[in-house]
């Protein structure tokens, strides 16, 4: 957990609704207007193995339907250790997942480095990385925002 999360309530596993096919489509449907321009995950922990398994046929559904909207995804892993390297976060979906987000904001929030002039993000160490390119690139590419 990081000391001064902005969500700490999905600490509590007993938070929240189940992720069910309602839900999915009911946030489908939220997504089929002009005026939306992607789609944001974030958490608790996307990563976690198990949330990665709900999200991998969940994200393929949004790519299908909205090819067009982008996909963020803010993880508390950092990219090349955590979610490329061998680390606990990685899983038989992780490869599959990653390669569906446009955009990731990667590591933990840190509150001795909050900056809150920093665009979408919360403390300078986490980065805004074009994922797409990135993977695609076989190099990180960190966007610069600010």
């Not at 489908?28 to 398994?53: A, K």
């Not at 390297?85 to 987000?101: K, N």
Request: proline share 3%.
């Amino acid at each position: 957990h990081c000391k001064g999360c902005f969500n700490e309530m999905t600490w509590d596993f007993s938070y929240g609704q189940p992720f069910t096919s309602e839900t999915e489509q009911k946030l489908l449907m939220m997504l089929d207007h002009d005026y939306i321009n992607g789609l944001t995950v974030l958490g608790g922990e996307p990563f976690e193995p198990e949330n990665q398994r709900v999200l991998v046929p969940f994200l393929h559904r949004v790519r299908e339907h909205f090819p067009d909207k982008n996909i963020w995804c803010y993880t508390g892993c950092v990219l090349e250790s955590e979610l490329l390297g061998d680390s606990q976060w990685r899983c038989e979906v992780t490869d599959e997942m990653l390669s569906m987000i446009d955009v990731l904001v990667d590591g933990r929030f840190v509150l001795e480095k909050r900056n809150i002039s920093l665009a979408f993000r919360g403390s300078e160490n986490q980065r805004v990385i074009d994922l797409k390119s990135t993977l695609s690139e076989g190099k990180t590419k960190v966007l610069e925002l600010d």
